[in-house]
């Protein structure tokens, strides 16, 4: 079974902190990974999305992702307690399948 | 403005009743998809269609069953086999290995 796995939580930082989101992957034939937030009752929102080794930044966000070592992760500089979500790590399995983490919760103290 | 649109926002379901929702996008995606998502937990894949009048059998099928006559159009029936159908249920759409698009789901409970 190819899995994506994550911390559950909750992750607390303080407002203004670095937040550091963690996400491993079972399938070496990954090649797309994906971060998604989701506020609780709604639907997942595109955050970033990584194809390559390495880091891509936009914004306060920063993804990266080591294939070597099956490991996917989200920085979120700056936090705000309206970063206070759930968020999700995805992988595409072959051509068109996506498996998703259960989601790290992330809590920003004011 | 191009998205998903997924109808009813909310669904009861009597026992024993089959019920469709309602999947509708204009992003001109070839791929979509249906999850389940508990509470507290992460979303798992009921169906997905690559392409028109084709779909797949993701992780969860049993007791659902799905259609795609149109490109835009992906609609879910959630039928009376399906004993536990209390969740809140996702749409997406995609082009091959590009993120997933979601609409705003659609939460079933039972009568």
């Known amino acids: 079974q190819k899995e994506v796995e994550q911390n559950s939580g909750p992750l607390s930082v303080p407002e203004g902190a670095i937040a550091s989101l963690n996400c491993t992957y079972s399938?070496?034939?990954?090649?797309?990974f994906f971060w998604y937030r989701q506020y609780s009752g709604k639907s997942p929102e595109l955050i970033m999305f990584i194809y390559s080794n390495g880091d891509k930044e936009d914004g306060r966000f920063t993804a990266q992702l080591n294939k070597a070592s099956q490991y996917v992760s989200l920085l979120i500089r700056d936090s705000q307690p309206s970063d206070s979500a759930t968020y999700l790590c995805a992988g595409t399995s072959g051509t068109y399948k996506y498996i998703f983490g259960t989601g790290t919760r992330l809590k920003v103290l004011a | 403005d191009g998205g998903i649109t997924q109808s009813p926002k909310y669904l009861f379901r009597k026992e024993g009743q089959n019920v469709t929702l309602s999947c509708e996008q204009n992003l001109n995606h070839d791929a979509m998809y249906w999850y389940r998502q508990d509470p507290g937990q992460g979303l798992r894949l009921i169906y997905y269609s690559q392409i028109v009048n084709d779909f797949q059998k993701g992780d969860i099928a049993e007791g659902y069953s799905v259609s795609r006559e149109k490109k835009e159009s992906f609609p879910l029936t959630v039928t009376s086999a399906q004993k536990n159908p209390t969740a809140f249920y996702l749409c997406a759409s995609s082009w091959v290995t590009q993120p997933q698009h979601f609409g705003d789901g659609t939460r079933l409970s039972i009568l």
């Open positions: 399938d070496r034939g990954s090649q797309s």
